[in-house]
């Protein structure tokens, strides 16, 4: 079946620092990525949608100059948090959309902030 | 706004059946979902039902709804020590990837022996 890989798994940073997180759809062409996060003990949040070739659409509440994100190619997506601060600590994860029909999951990002 | 209720943790006995409940705020909320997350893995849709329905039943897998309570339930007859996993609901407006996910917190779920 359809696989989406994300990377790294786990990433700990010193506060001021930019995080990197990437999404990539390994057997497909995905056109449109979603982007989520997950404080502990909270529920799973979308946080934007990224469309290859066009700017991302975030949710409200969700700053775009702190969580840029890149789809600059049919099978990659890039989550950057910039400036990371010890609230940004959270559980990212990312999906990719299959076909217009079903939506396949990465694995997960744990991002700490010290 | 829309909101997703799930208890964080639910412990059974292998062979046991695992009943995993959500509740949920909005009431236009057309279909709902039950995803699974095993460790090192993304979720994966499990299975889903569509608001006129009150049972979907698939293998060991049920599906309770109740509209009126915006109460689902997942029961797992005979669970296995491979379900293990986090399971999430969620409900969408419409069916398909074009509509808007709202999820849980998920349900962490440890069968013991």
């Known amino acids: 079946g359809a696989v989406v890989s994300q990377h790294p798994s786990r990433v700990i940073c010193k506060s001021g620092t930019s995080v990197k997180i990437e999404c990539r759809s390994l057997?497909?062409?995905?056109?449109?990525m979603f982007w989520y996060r997950q404080f502990p003990k909270q529920s799973l949040m979308l946080m934007a949608t990224?469309?290859?070739?066009?700017?991302?659409?975030?949710e409200q509440g969700v700053e775009k100059d702190k969580f840029l994100i890149n789809h600059a190619s049919l099978t990659l997506s890039t989550l950057t948090v910039t400036s990371a601060h010890p609230e940004d600590s959270s559980f990212y994860i990312c999906?990719?959309?299959?076909?217009?029909?079903?939506?396949?999951f990465g694995s997960g990002t744990q991002l700490s902030v010290l | 706004g829309e909101d997703v209720e799930q208890s964080l943790f639910l412990s059974v006995r292998e062979g046991d059946s695992s009943v995993i409940n959500c509740t949920y705020t909005?009431?236009?909320?057309?279909?709902l979902y039950w995803y699974k997350q095993e460790p090192g893995a993304g979720l994966q849709l499990l299975t889903y039902?569509?608001?006129?329905?009150d049972m979907k039943q698939d293998q060991r897998l049920t599906v309770l709804l109740n509209k009126k309570d915006k109460h689902l339930s997942l029961r797992i007859a005979d669970t296995q020590t491979g379900d293990s996993a986090i399971y999430f609901c969620?409900?969408?407006?419409?069916?398909?990837?074009?509509?808007?996910?709202?999820f849980g917190t998920g349900t962490r779920l440890q069968v013991t022996l």
């Open positions: 999906s990719a959309r299959f076909a217009n029909e079903k939506l396949f």
């Open positions: 969620a409900e969408s407006k419409a069916f398909g990837t074009a509509s808007k996910l709202t």
């Open positions: 990224s469309n290859e070739g066009s700017k991302a659409t975030y």
């Open positions: 909005d009431s236009s909320s057309t279909y």
């Open positions: 057997d497909f062409q995905a056109t449109t």
């Open positions: 039902i569509f608001s006129n329905m």
